[in-house]
């Protein structure tokens, strides 16, 4: 990594001035009103609604508030005095004052908050949001076969499995999960994001002359501490979060990819896989949505292939953005079934996760019962076999934990500790599958 105080790659031109954060980098704090990439009247206008939402405020609140050096702040405020929309009531502190909207600048304000509703830290251009997310993707801390066992070290998988997971994941690649359900599909996937490396640096809003993309979701990304004295030589309207996951499943739509408009908040949400940059976004249940599969197929086509999107705003206007994400696609229906070949070309790997071997599951049933203090009495894991083998009954990940929940259940509401034995497994098995004509006194007792 580099060791000079700041660096601006000449071949991106948008990139924020980065300076050295510790063994990353960080975006510098804005030194003029040339640096901040949007329109002074953009800023302006934002400065003046804030003003519009108190009674008073400081010089200092509106540089809080909007996210901006007191500096930069203090000019809009300066200039917004001059133009007989705020007036001065007051000082604070040594260089700052106590402002309040006046009739001019009240009613300006209501005619911008009937465009834009708005009101929050100032935005970056879409230039330097997509330089930004480019840079940091394209410099990310590579995933090694360490980083993959630890972020995996939880599951039970065949080395193969693990292999083609680590692929996917090391090379930013597509990866396609498939097979019968309760084996881990939706487990693998959350667990490999976790082999991703460092963090990210993502924008509050984008802006668009007067238009707002809400980049920064609170929900779906986990904001990660900058001391006080870092704080202070950084541009606030950038959040450093750790590299995003974003799950979603059967509730997903096409409108889900599309910038999502508030008539009465008269701004835009970023769409999902926005959101997702630079981290993970793993589509669950895949085909089990209320749309035709094949129209989410011809959607992802191309940011899949090209690594941008095209969205719309509500004006007719067509935006790019880049689509720089792990995607992972999770499905428990034949491939054949809800996919084309055009597609599964464009997947980085697939990977079919099948019934676990009675020697996985095994070792499933242990972890878990382990990790809940509870111990396996010898012999009971063969009871529990013929128990799949006399019902006919495929092994299942999932089970081992569900079936040891339901033993839980059992002890609980007779006030016991947990107890894995014959009859406190039969209960639960009985629960859990269902009755079963032949008696379960034929199976094999323990010891």
């Excluded at 230039?127 to 360490?146: C, D, F, K, L």
């Amino acid at each position: 990594m580099s060791g000079d105080s700041e660096t601006n790659p000449s071949d991106v031109p948008h990139l924020p001035t980065m300076i050295p954060l510790g063994d990353a980098f960080a975006p510098k704090v804005l030194a003029d009103m040339h640096d901040v990439g949007v329109s002074p009247a953009v800023l302006s206008d934002l400065a003046l609604k804030a003003a519009y939402t108190v009674p008073q405020f400081t010089t200092e609140w509106a540089a809080r508030r909007l996210c901006l050096p007191l500096a930069l702040v203090s000019e809009l405020l300066e200039q917004q005095r001059a133009d007989h929309l705020l007036e001065v009531i007051g000082t604070s502190g040594p260089f700052g004052y106590r402002y309040a909207i006046l009739a001019r600048g009240r009613e300006r304000a209501g005619r911008l908050l009937e465009v834009s509703g708005y009101v929050g830290p100032a935005p970056v251009s879409l230039e330097s949001y997509t330089a930004m997310i480019e840079w940091q993707v394209a410099r990310a801390p590579a995933v090694g076969p360490r980083h993959v066992a630890d972020a995996l070290a939880d599951l039970v998988l065949p080395e193969e499995s693990r292999l083609r997971a680590g692929l996917a994941i090391s090379s930013g690649r597509s990866l396609f999960l498939h097979g019968p359900p309760g084996n881990g599909k939706t487990s693998l996937g959350r667990a490999l994001h976790n082999a991703l490396q460092g963090h990210l640096w993502i924008p509050h809003c984008i802006g668009i002359e007067s238009t707002i993309i809400r980049i920064f979701d609170a929900q779906v990304h986990h904001a990660v501490d900058v001391s006080p004295d870092q704080s202070r030589a950084i541009d606030q309207r950038w959040v450093r979060v750790r590299r995003p996951l974003i799950v979603a499943g059967g509730e997903l739509t096409l409108e889900s990819f599309d910038l999502a408009y508030s008539p009465s908040l008269r701004y835009y949400e970023a769409p999902l896989h926005v959101k997702a940059n630079g981290g993970t976004f793993l589509i669950d249940d895949f085909g089990r949505q209320r749309i035709e599969p094949h129209l989410l197929l011809n959607r992802w086509i191309i940011p899949m292939e090209h690594q941008f999107d095209y969205l719309t705003l509500h004006t007719g206007q067509k935006i790019q953005v880049p689509f720089l994400l792990s995607l992972i696609i999770a499905t428990n229906l034949d491939p054949a079934d809800v996919t084309d070949a055009a597609f599964l070309r464009r997947m980085g790997y697939r990977l079919r996760i099948g019934p676990p071997s009675p020697e996985r599951y095994t070792e499933i049933f242990r972890r878990h019962a382990g990790r809940l203090g509870a111990e396996v009495p010898p012999g009971l894991l063969d009871r529990l076999l013929a128990l799949y083998h006399r019902d006919r009954r495929e092994l299942r990940s999932c089970e081992p934990r569900d079936l040891i929940d339901r033993v839980r259940d059992i002890c609980r509401y007779r006030e016991l500790p947990l107890q894995l034995n014959e009859e406190t497994l039969d209960l639960a098995w009985t629960g859990y599958c269902g009755e079963n004509p032949t008696p379960a006194s034929e199976l094999p007792g323990l010891p």
